[in-house]
């Protein structure tokens, strides 16, 4: 039923394949050395995630998350990631940042502090939305949540 979707029509965007540096070189691989996260790393994380309004398309495709909108600094251990709801009244913004969310604190070391942010001016709740997404409390309330967390879990896949 298409008339719950608020964004029936989204535009797709063909998916890019960013490149490691060397990694296809063998004789480039050191199991011995830790190397520092960067954001191309972490955008392979997140390029994947399933958008909840649409399943069949990753966030990636609906350029939801851009390799551009990344920060990482591995010395401080900090990442923040802005991603862009597709149209600006989106109801799925705090779910969709929960799923970024989610999918990093289960995937990246715990040293990391991870923010999470809507890209400025893309959605009408953007304050609400980001102060949701980065307060510890908020976010431990809505994984209790059943059928959120089914959600989620279904976008990380």
Same mark, same amino acid.
């Given at each position: 039923?298409?008339?719950?979707?608020?964004?029936?029509?989204?535009?797709?965007?063909? &998916?890019?394949?960013?490149? %490691?540096?060397?990694?296809?070189?063998? =004789?480039?691989?050191?199991?011995?050395?830790?190397?520092?996260?960067? !954001?191309?790393?972490?955008?392979?994380?997140?390029?994947?995630? @399933?958008?909840?309004?649409?399943?069949?398309?990753?966030?990636?495709?609906? @350029?939801?998350?851009?390799? =551009?909108?990344?920060?990482?600094?591995?010395?401080?251990?900090?990442?923040?990631?802005?991603?862009?709801?597709?149209?600006?009244?989106?109801?799925?913004?705090?779910?969709? /940042?929960?799923?970024?969310? &989610?999918?990093?604190? %289960?995937?990246?070391?715990?040293?990391?502090?991870?923010?999470?942010?809507?890209?400025? /001016?893309?959605?009408?709740?953007?304050?609400?939305?980001? @102060?949701?997404?980065?307060? @510890?409390?908020?976010? !431990? !309330? !809505?994984?209790?949540?059943?059928?959120?967390?089914?959600? &989620?879990?279904?976008?990380?896949?």
């Amino acid at each position: 039923n298409n008339m719950d979707v608020l964004n029936p029509n989204p535009v797709v965007y063909d &998916i890019q394949t960013p490149l %490691r540096r060397g990694e296809d070189d063998p =004789s480039s691989w050191n199991d011995e050395e830790s190397e520092p996260f960067d !954001a191309l790393e972490v955008y392979e994380l997140l390029r994947s995630l @399933k958008d909840p309004e649409h399943p069949q398309l990753t966030l990636e495709q609906l @350029k939801v998350v851009d390799y =551009s909108l990344l920060d990482v600094k591995d010395d401080t251990n900090y990442i923040r990631v802005f991603f862009t709801p597709t149209v600006p009244h989106c109801t799925m913004a705090t779910v969709i /940042g929960l799923c970024i969310r &989610i999918k990093l604190l %289960r995937s990246l070391p715990n040293r990391f502090k991870v923010d999470v942010f809507i890209t400025p /001016g893309s959605h009408s709740l953007e304050k609400d939305v980001n @102060k949701q997404l980065n307060d @510890k409390e908020r976010v !431990a !309330a !809505a994984l209790e949540n059943k059928n959120l967390l089914d959600m &989620i879990n279904g976008a990380i896949g």
